[in-house]
């Protein structure tokens, strides 16, 4: 792959570079997307029955055994080259923010160590109620079982249409958005906001918007640089181009 030059010098005279992701990047290990046609997980599901406190309330069995089978896809899935790309990028410049919309932990199991999780994580557990967070519960024939501090229904610590992102989390990508000298958009199709807004927030800062992605976004024609392909390939290929 040829690297545009400004590219390469910015990367490498980086201070701060910022990476947020979406599933695309996960998309070589085996997990669906969201909008891709076809294969996307809301092509052939209706979000508003899935991904909403009200859908919750009213199937929480259904919600709670959808979860558990993405759950159980996630834990048989592995990080790809473009996850470990990153945790290695994270070795390599001064400073390195990854911030992710994906709730799969790859990126952490590939070795990335400090994730910021926009939009939560599928493997953890918490109460409906209180928000307590929850590992182990007593057997039960009840689904979903039942905090075992509070008795509301246990749910995934993911974030839902309509919900709050995590405040800490936010602010943490915000400040790290308008901090950074390179703004990495990889696999998201950079439309579901806030998380959309962070690759503005960075290029208005002054960060160069660097996407890489197989197909064009809303973003693709505001990017000072747009890598067209798979990020498992591209990223593992930008890597190695900088840091040989
Ligand atoms: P989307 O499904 O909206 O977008 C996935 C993007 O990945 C698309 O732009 C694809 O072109 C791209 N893509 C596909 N294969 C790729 C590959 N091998 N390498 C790189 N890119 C690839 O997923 P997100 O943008 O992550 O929210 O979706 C954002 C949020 O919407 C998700 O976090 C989720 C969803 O509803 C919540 O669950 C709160």
């Not at 709730?103 to 599928?122: M, W």
Request: aromatic letters at 6%.
């Amino acid at each position: 792959m040829k690297l545009p030059r400004p590219l390469v010098e910015r990367l490498t005279g980086a201070r701060h570079v910022m990476a947020l992701t979406g599933a695309g990047i996960s998309a070589e290990s085996g997990l669906a997307t969201y909008r891709d046609p076809q294969t996307g997980l809301w092509a052939r599901f209706l979000p508003q029955e899935l991904a909403t406190p009200e859908a919750f309330h009213r199937q929480p069995r259904l919600i709670w055994e959808w979860y558990a089978s993405r759950r159980q896809l996630v834990e048989r899935a592995e990080p790809n080259g473009g996850h470990r790309a990153l945790a290695a990028m994270e070795q390599r410049v001064p400073q390195f923010t990854l911030a992710t919309q994906n709730i799969d932990g790859l990126h952490q199991r590939a070795g990335s160590r400090r994730v910021i999780e926009l939009h939560g994580n599928i493997t953890r557990t918490r109460c409906s109620g209180a928000g307590h967070f929850v590992d182990s519960w007593p057997a039960t024939d009840e689904v979903p079982p039942r905090c075992p501090q509070c008795g509301e229904p246990l749910r995934p610590d993911v974030v839902w249409f309509g919900e709050m992102l995590p405040p800490a989390a936010w602010e943490a990508a915000a400040d790290a958005a308008q901090d950074c000298d390179v703004c990495l958009v990889i696999g998201t199709s950079a439309v579901v906001r806030p998380a959309a807004l962070l690759p503005e927030l960075a290029q208005h800062a002054g960060a160069m918007l660097v996407e890489i992605n197989p197909e064009p976004t809303p973003l693709t024609a505001r990017a000072d640089v747009a890598l067209t392909g798979p990020a498992g390939t591209m990223l593992p290929e930008l890597v190695r181009a900088l840091w040989p």
